[in-house]
């Protein structure tokens, strides 16, 4: 079973930056691609960035420019750098790993994300 903790979510003013957490309990080199989500009040789960264990990064195109995913091999940390924060983007960030073939597929709890002045 692989644990998922999100850190680093708060409230912060329009323009201001986060840098979220996510911390895995086992190595992440066994993860073919890890994720951030997010969730608004009433909206879908929405994909925000992902990493492949091949270096592959996407975001959500709307997102590009001020987020970026990273990731810290030795201490089993992904990050989501999130700069020029707006009030859309307030929601719950979540974390998500996925291994094949185990067929792996684990979720954080989510942090709080609250964008307003």
């Known amino acids: 079973q692989v644990q998922l903790v999100e850190s680093g979510g708060g409230l912060v003013q329009p323009g201001g930056s986060l840098r979220l957490s996510c911390t895995i309990s086992k190595s992440i080199f066994g993860f073919n691609i890890m994720r951030w989500y997010r969730q608004a009040p009433g909206n879908q789960r929405q994909l925000v960035a992902s990493?492949?264990?091949?270096?592959?990064?996407n975001y959500a195109e709307s997102l590009k420019g001020r987020f970026t995913i990273s990731k810290d091999n030795a201490k089993n940390i992904v990050y989501l750098q999130m700069n020029d924060l707006k009030p859309e983007d307030t929601a719950v960030y979540y974390c998500?790993?996925?291994?094949?073939?185990?067929?792996?597929?684990?979720w954080g709890q989510g942090t709080q994300v609250t964008v307003s002045s």
């Open positions: 998500n790993v996925y291994q094949s073939p185990a067929n792996v597929d684990s």
């Open positions: 990493l492949t264990s091949g270096g592959n990064i």
